[in-house]
């Protein structure tokens, strides 16, 4: 992992308290995502919070 990767991780954990995105995440239904991960996705570039 990359030090930018990092930097964002732990950015995204400030964020998003849950242990997984999903849980936290406005995307979190089927209309709007269908990522794979969902719904325990740890790491998204699509997460955004509710
Ligand atoms: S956009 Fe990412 S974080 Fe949000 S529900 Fe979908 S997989 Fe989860």
Redesign the pocket.
Known sequence: MTFGERIRQWWLRLRCPTE???D??????DS????R???N?TR?????SK
Request: aromatic share 14%.
């Open positions: 997984f995105l999903c936290n995440c406005r995307y979190d239904h709007a995502c269908h990522r991960e969902r719904p996705a998204c570039p699509d997460y955004k």
